[in-house]
């Protein structure tokens, strides 16, 4: 089971930290991403980690000022978002699966999505 929290309304120029906490024993075996849907739009992929934390993977819409990263111990991966911008709003999706490149295609385990506002 997964369950992100941090979202919210931020202005534009704005930070927010996305954190994703799983449940179960055997969360280090999975890698780890986001998604995003905003409405009208079809699911985005965002970003990736590995099982390790030592490889990491971002759109290019937020190559640069997004960062994605995980910590085993506490079974969480987080998203730091900085230099928000209007385009970012949508839901957001915490996932994981087996590899990277199936996050990357969508396909995985998905939490429930928190919304992320950005106002200009």
């Known amino acids: 089971q997964l369950a992100e929290s941090g979202g919210g309304l931020v202005q534009a120029g704005g930070s927010l930290r996305l954190s994703c906490a799983a449940s179960?024993?055997?969360?280090?075996?999975?890698?780890m991403g986001w998604f995003r849907q905003a409405p009208g739009k079809e699911r985005e992929f965002v970003a990736a980690?590995?099982?390790?934390?030592?490889?990491?993977n971002y759109a290019d819409s937020v190559k640069g000022r997004f960062t994605i990263s995980r910590d085993n111990a506490k079974k969480t991966v987080y998203l730091q978002m900085n230099s928000l911008k209007p385009e970012d709003t949508a839901v957001y999706y915490c996932?994981?699966?087996?590899?990277?490149?199936?996050?990357?295609?969508?396909?995985?385990?998905w939490g429930q999505g928190t919304q992320i506002t950005v106002s200009s």
């Open positions: 996932g994981l699966s087996g590899f990277m490149s199936d996050l990357q295609s969508g396909r995985g385990y």
């Open positions: 179960g024993r055997t969360f280090r075996s999975y890698a």
């Open positions: 980690v590995s099982r390790s934390g030592g490889v990491t």
